[in-house]
């Protein structure tokens, strides 16, 4: 049997800075393993996406894969804010509205449809973000943008992979993006989550 998994996201989907171990990397690599079912996964993470950016593509990627799994983990950049603690990269309004409009064009593929929840962040590193000096993730924005898609996976019967209570500082390479380790941990709760609801 095949079956066809489209991960969307950011950076922390796209898993930069791990050499090949991100969690979507972890998660091909275990499924490959299965000698009774063949699964396509097609990493879809875009370093810097944000919810607007993920709506803008979704369609095409969709289209052209016909997905039976859609994952999406997206919203760390939406929370960040630029310059102004009241500027937020995409407004929680917006996101809000982003995710649901996810959710009615995922559902054009599939009913299997799943939200990975976001990370935390070192603080210590990323207020600001080194590499982008007017760009701050602070962990009280993130748990807000957090509980949103929480809350809207709940409003619209969608699951939800919590991961904010995850992972630690040392989990995260530059503040911001796990680690190899860090996104081992992530694979770990995915797995999981994904087998109890008989996805792989």
């Known amino acids: 049997m095949e079956k066809i998994i489209n991960i969307f996201g950011d950076s922390i989907v796209y898993g930069g800075y791990t050499g090949g171990n991100g969690w979507v990397d972890y998660l091909r690599r275990h499924l490959e393993k299965d000698e009774e079912k063949y699964f396509e996964v097609y990493n879809l993470g875009i370093t810097g996406e944000t919810s607007q950016g993920l709506l803008e593509r979704f369609d095409v990627e969709g289209e052209s894969r016909e997905p039976d799994t859609i994952i999406i983990g997206i919203g760390i950049n939406d929370s960040c804010y630029l310059k102004s603690k009241d500027s937020n990269y995409v407004s929680l309004e917006e996101f809000e509205k982003n995710i649901e409009e996810l959710i009615e064009k995922s559902r054009k593929f599939t009913q299997e449809i799943f939200f990975i929840g976001l990370t935390k962040s070192d603080e210590s590193k990323v207020l600001p973000v080194p590499w982008v ?63 109890e609801n008989s996805i792989i």
């Open 133 to 195: 000096p007017d760009f701050y993730c602070k962990n009280e924005n993130i748990k807000i943008y957090n509980d949103k898609i929480k809350e809207v996976c709940e409003k619209n019967d969608i699951h939800f992979i919590e991961m904010l209570d995850l992972l630690n500082n040392e989990d995260l390479k530059d503040g911001l993006h796990p680690s190899s380790e860090g996104h081992k941990k992530m694979f770990l709760r995915i797995k999981d989550y994904l087998k």
